[in-house]
């Protein structure tokens, strides 16, 4: 458990963000007082060292560059290039697009577009699901947990990631894993 690299940071019920209960200038949730987060150094080129999973919330995952993936290895694997996987835009559903050779400059905006839609419903998705695990594996509605002993108290009631992908609306309403 002392192995784990995300070991020092908990989970909150609240809003399913991670933060670090050791470190005044360590990572903050979202719900968070906006003024603790905002004097803050930044410690990591996205501001958050981790989060969980954005589809099965299971997961601690890594967030500390632009180049980190919303994703677990298994959700990822799912989601088969069905929407953007991450923060930067290589990581949008259309980079295969953006990255050939004299590609028209549109993609790039409509791209952009799509992986913030798609930030935003899979934050929420992230909540509601993380709300469901913390039932299914009850756990104390009052209190926070570390990441390993979130990890190991919600494996058995993660539900298979083929099956989160169907259930995702997307970002648009209703609009199925690839929005449309």
Request: net charge positive.
């Amino acid at each position: 458990m002392h192995d784990h690299p995300f070991a020092h940071l908990w989970v909150c019920r609240r809003c399913a963000g991670l933060y670090d209960p050791g470190r005044p200038d360590g990572q903050w949730c979202d719900c968070s007082p906006a003024a603790c987060r905002r004097h803050l150094p930044r410690r990591w080129e996205t501001g958050i060292e981790a989060e969980l999973c954005r589809l099965c919330a299971g997961v601690a995952v890594s967030a500390a560059t632009r180049w980190s993936v919303w994703f677990c290895g298994p959700c990822r694997d799912a989601l088969g290039g069905q929407m953007a996987i991450g923060r930067h835009s290589v990581h949008t559903a259309r980079a295969p697009v953006l990255l050939r050779p004299g590609a028209p400059a549109a993609p790039l905006a409509d791209a952009l577009v799509a992986g913030g839609a798609a930030e935003g419903a899979l934050r929420a998705w992230r909540r509601t699901e993380a709300r469901r695990l913390w039932d299914a594996a009850g756990l104390d509605p009052r209190a926070a947990v570390p990441v390993p002993r979130w990890e190991a108290a919600v494996e058995l009631h993660r539900r298979r990631p083929a099956d989160l992908v169907a259930a995702f609306p997307g970002p648009a309403e209703g609009g199925g894993a690839t929005g449309g």
